[in-house]
């Protein structure tokens, strides 16, 4: 019989914890969901467990917050474990299934630091969120972090209004860019930040 593995895990970070410990279950304002949501950005990168990114699932209209997410890629050793990814699964835990636009749920929001890259414009398709509120969208985040956030359509908004998926963007866009100006200045000055594009073998 062939051996192989037949789970992974990817889960949030211990000190998540004290990050929330003074966070209200509801967070009306969308610049406060965003501001949490650069402070957890912020905190993962210098904690090493993945680049610069978080994001957030809260009830549109009460601001409830139903889970977050930072990106675990280095932490679990999964390519896929990006913030958005993490968040949205975890709120489908939270709300008891994969579809958060369910009959009978409220309206879900996903909140993150900047434009989804192409694996998470997908999840975030599939997810039943109502709405995505960005921080920003542009040649910043790749050109400051070096990160490959992939081949998206410059329609990508569009797909998503088109799917029933408002778009907000230019959320607290400058406190963005301050997170990834300071994780690049970490990059260059230090060694032992991994920027985990694919690809990073020889062969
Ligand atoms: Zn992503």
Known sequence: MINIVKEYRVALPAWIDDE????????????????????LADRNW?????????????????????SVGV??????????????VVALGLAQMATGGWDLGATGLPSHELVVNWRPC????????????RTLVVAGEGPELEEITTFDEGPLGADWAEQF??????????????????????YRKAVDEADGIVVYNARGGTA
Do not use: K
């Open 161 to 182: 209004e088109a799917r029933g998926i408002e778009v907000v963007g230019d959320v607290l866009r400058d406190e963005a860019l301050a997170v990834f100006r300071d």
């Open 46 to 66: 210098r904690e090493g467990n993945g680049g610069p990114f978080a994001a957030l699932v809260a009830e549109r209209d009460t601001g409830r917050i139903v």
């Open 71 to 84: 990106n675990v890629v280095l932490a679990s050793g999964v390519s896929s474990a990006h913030a958005e």
């Open 20 to 39: 929330l410990a003074d966070v209200p279950a509801v967070v009306p304002g969308r610049e406060d969901r965003m501001r949490l949501v650069h402070r």
């Open 118 to 129: 192409v694996q998470c414009y997908g999840a975030t398709l599939w997810s039943g969120v």
